[in-house]
């Protein structure tokens, strides 16, 4: 089985992401109310697919192909940092 980083890359990997960072916070979350188990993780996708796109709109585009992780509780919750290029790279967006 791959491990989580590798599954949420290959899912994005249809965003053509630049940049592609991972962070897994779970144990940060540990014993928290409602977590039945999943982890707890942090991804930065920087791709011009964001590109004219609005935040709640990259939002979605970034979780549906992972629907089957949080359905399956493999992912209890997810941060989400989805930039087009230029914000990244000229940090016009912080």
Same mark, same amino acid.
């Given at each position: 089985?791959q491990?989580?980083?590798t599954?949420?890359?290959?899912?994005?990997?249809?965003?053509n992401p630049?940049v592609f960072?991972?962070?897994?916070e779970?144990?940060l979350?540990?014993?928290?109310?409602g977590? $039945?188990g999943?982890? !707890?993780y942090?991804?930065?996708?920087?791709?011009g697919?964001?590109?004219?796109v609005? #935040?709640i709109?990259?939002?979605?585009?970034v979780?549906a192909?992972?629907e089957?992780?949080?359905? $399956?509780?493999?992912? !209890?919750?997810?941060a989400i940092r989805?930039?087009?290029?230029d914000e990244?790279?000229n #940090?016009s967006?912080p």
């Open positions: 089985m491990d989580m980083e599954e949420i890359k290959t899912a994005l990997s249809h965003l630049d960072e991972f962070a897994d779970s144990h979350h540990a014993g928290h109310a977590n $039945t999943g982890g !707890h942090r991804i930065l996708v920087v791709s697919a964001f590109e004219n609005s #935040r709109m990259r939002q979605r585009m979780k192909p992972l089957q992780h949080f359905r $399956t509780g493999r992912i !209890h919750a997810l989805a930039l087009t290029p990244f790279f #940090r967006n």
